[in-house]
């Protein structure tokens, strides 16, 4: 049995960029000798994304793909290293295949996809797609994530994407109306969703821990402000309400009409329809977010540079 341990398949990832699956077979191919196993996906045919590995993949492109009974539905996140690149016909293609990929998998992780065989060409992986990706297109390329909803009863999954795939969004509405008088709510629901940020559906969504940590934060607040005691916990309250209509979808303003909630415009299409909705999930994408990007200093690079001119 090879000598490495799972340190040693993350490690080879991060210096390869290749999928966990394929490290770990080159560690096995290699009886874990870790220059081997970075030699041996080179010579697989992931030379350029190893040599790449150490870039920084902040931009990309956010893809929401809903299949044509509006009964399941994707959202992932494709980063590239440029947005000139992000921008490109051949970047846009990949991550429109990687999408409809996803959308006909079973896989349940991002390791999963990697190691299946493409969609549209049994006879490579997902990742050895995106490694051949990257040595075309000449830069980093990384599937960061994706959000699947498959949805078991009556209702509709409706997408929407903001500034050409810089934001991402899908929502999941239960009900047994038809899906074309659900069409309009859903999405205007998704475009609420991408502009003002809900973390959850509603009030018993919220997780207890986090409530109890803001309801302390605000008594501390409220302390610190020289109010009396005898009102702060009114205080506090008012000051949770309206942090749900922040953070809770139903209690939201409608970004459309200020004088209505979501959960009055929700009630409105409900007399419409003749039917219950129910919002059961959604998921937004931010492209880049929590990624750290790089920042050259063009200044001490040159510089660098220079030291090495004879």
Do not use: W
Not at 21 to 26: H, R
Not at 33 to 42: I, P, W
Not at 212 to 223: K, N
Request: proline fraction near 1%.
């Amino acid at each position: 049995m090879a000598n490495f341990t799972n340190q040693d398949v993350m490690k080879l990832r991060e210096q390869t960029g290749v999928g966990m699956m394929d490290c770990k077979k080159a560690l096995v191919e290699t009886d874990g000798n870790f220059d081997e196993a970075v030699k041996y996906l080179r010579e697989k045919g992931m030379a350029s994304a190893a040599k790449k590995a150490s870039r920084v993949a902040a931009e990309g492109l956010v893809k929401c793909v809903v299949s044509k009974d509006k009964k399941s539905a994707v959202a992932l996140e494709i980063n590239c290293e440029t947005d000139f690149v992000a921008r490109s016909d051949q970047f846009i293609a990949l991550v429109d295949n990687l999408a409809n990929h996803v959308l006909s998998s079973d896989a349940q992780s991002v390791e999963e996809v990697l190691a299946e065989k493409y969609y549209l060409d049994g006879s490579k992986t997902v990742n050895v797609l995106i490694a051949e990706a990257t040595a075309a297109i000449g830069e980093k390329i990384s599937f960061r994530r994706f959000t699947k909803f498959t949805l078991g009863s009556n209702g509709i999954i409706a997408s929407y994407i903001h500034m050409g795939g810089k934001i991402g969004v899908l929502a999941e509405l239960k009900s047994d109306a038809k899906q074309e008088d659900l069409q309009e709510l859903a999405f205007n629901l998704c475009m609420q969703i991408a502009a003002s940020k809900p973390q959850v559906v509603n009030i018993s969504d919220v997780d207890a821990s986090q409530l109890d940590s803001e309801r302390e934060i605000l008594t501390v607040q409220a302390r610190n402000e020289g109010k009396p005691e005898a009102v702060i916990a009114k205080m506090v309250e008012g000051r949770i309400h309206k942090y749900y209509k922040e953070v809770c979808l139903l209690e939201q303003e409608y970004v459309r009409d200020g004088a209505l909630s979501i959960k009055q415009v929700i009630a409105d299409v409900e007399k419409t329809v003749g039917s219950k909705i129910e919002v059961t999930r959604f998921v937004r994408y931010e492209m880049g977010e929590g990624i750290e990007k790089r920042v050259d200093n063009f200044v001490d690079e040159i510089a660098e540079q220079m030291k090495n001119i004879k």
